[in-house]
């Protein structure tokens, strides 16, 4: 079993449609969490960190269940340019922090 | 400020051959990586570094070798070249701030062994 399991997608939405990708860990040892976007043949950027009370950035809202073992990214009102790859990205804290990245869930906005 | 560069952007080479991936940061961070990144596969930690001097073995370090003589720089190193290890390689550098590890990424190095 994978440590960071994503649904690949495609997801293929209108724009302005509301989207939303989950993101199940398997080590319960896990600190923190990320989703990292990740344009085609382009390197990973930090879009923005989960915490366990939630967080929003503008039309992006992140979640975390560690109950559950999973994390969520919603994305409202869709634009062209969300089209992308999420990478949704766990924490282990250690000798040094180590990431541990999913294999991404791709996103494709439509006119 | 560049913030990562990695050179060369692209590179073909035949099995058995040997070459060095350069990574540059100019952010002073004490933390560098080296993953590659396959298809339907996440990123995965080849070797990183937590200093000038250091290095250590990531998850999949087989068939490389890095070295960290200056902050700045993290080489990554392939002795004798196979086609598995046909992929995109990424450099990060990092922090620790605030207890947890803020990762920025180069453009990547595709390389293709044939």
């Known amino acids: 079993r994978k440590e960071v399991e994503q649904d690949p997608g495609p997801f293929n939405v209108p724009e302005g449609a509301t989207v939303a990708f989950n993101c199940t860990y398997s080590?319960?040892?896990?600190?923190?969490f990320f989703w990292y976007r990740q344009d085609c043949r382009k390197e990973p950027k930090l879009l923005m960190s989960?915490?366990?009370s939630g967080n929003e950035d503008g039309r992006f809202t992140a979640q975390l269940n560690r109950a559950s073992q999973y994390i969520s990214l919603l994305i409202r009102d869709s634009k062209l340019s969300d089209s992308a790859t999420y990478l949704c990205?766990?924490?282990?804290?250690?000798?040094?922090?180590?990431?541990?990245f999913g294999a991404g869930t791709r996103l494709a906005v439509h006119p | 400020n560049a913030g990562v560069t990695q050179t060369p952007k692209f590179r073909v080479l035949k099995t058995g051959q040997s070459m060095t991936l350069l990574c540059a940061q100019d952010?002073?961070?004490?933390?560098m990586y080296w993953y590659r990144q396959d298809p339907g596969m996440g990123l995965r930690l080849i070797h990183y570094s937590v200093g000038e001097g250091t290095t250590a073995k990531g998850e999949v370090p087989d068939g490389y070798n890095v070295s960290r003589l200056k902050k700045q720089n993290f080489l990554l190193g392939l002795e004798s070249a196979a086609p598995s290890q046909t992929s995109v390689y990424f450099c990060a550098s990092g922090t620790t701030s605030g207890g947890w590890d803020t990762q920025y990424f180069g453009p990547g190095t595709r390389l293709t062994v044939l």
């Open positions: 952010m002073n961070h004490e933390y």
């Open positions: 990205v766990v924490i282990i804290s250690g000798g040094y922090n180590k990431l541990i």
């Open positions: 989960v915490y366990s």
């Open positions: 080590n319960s040892a896990s600190q923190s």
